[in-house]
Nanobody, 122 residues
Framework: QVQLVESGGGLVQAGGSLRLSCTLS????????MAWFRQAPGKVREFVGS????????YYANSVKGRFTISRDNAKNTVYLQMTSLKPEDTAVYYC???????????????WGQGTQVTVSS
């Protein structure tokens, strides 16, 4: 079965950087659009960014544009979320997802990881 495993979360100071990884098992990431979502305490899950199956098309939430970047390493079957200029409001559990459509809509994604905690201190 398809599994997605996130890693790289942790505690970072405001203004710092962190890179999250999402590794897909049993399937190649080149067959899927890959996305990142996050859920902050007391908030609903929200879209962060996504990448087409080819990596040629990306979308980002306005709140992270210019600060976060999605990239793919096909050899490692891994998608990354490089986060810079982190703010306390970026604190959340971050989830990766895989699906057939490059979209900001949660229901378009078929497979989800367990999430990794990112905490940004001020």
């Amino acid at each position: 079965q398809v599994q997605l495993v996130e890693s790289g979360g942790g505690l970072v100071q405001a203004g710092g950087s962190l890179r999250l990884s999402c590794t897909l098992s049993e399937r190649t990431i080149m067959a899927y659009a890959m996305a990142w979502f996050r859920q902050a305490p007391g908030k609903v899950r929200e879209f962060v960014g996504s990448s087409s199956w080819s990596g040629g098309g990306t979308y980002y939430a306005n709140s992270v544009k210019g600060r976060f970047t999605i990239s793919r390493d096909n050899a490692k079957n891994t998608v990354y979320l490089q986060m810079t200029s982190l703010k306390p409001e970026d604190t959340a559990v971050y989830y990766c997802a895989a699906g057939g459509v490059n979209s900001e809509v949660e229901v378009e994604y078929d497979y989800w990881g367990q999430g990794t905690q990112v905490t940004v201190s001020s």
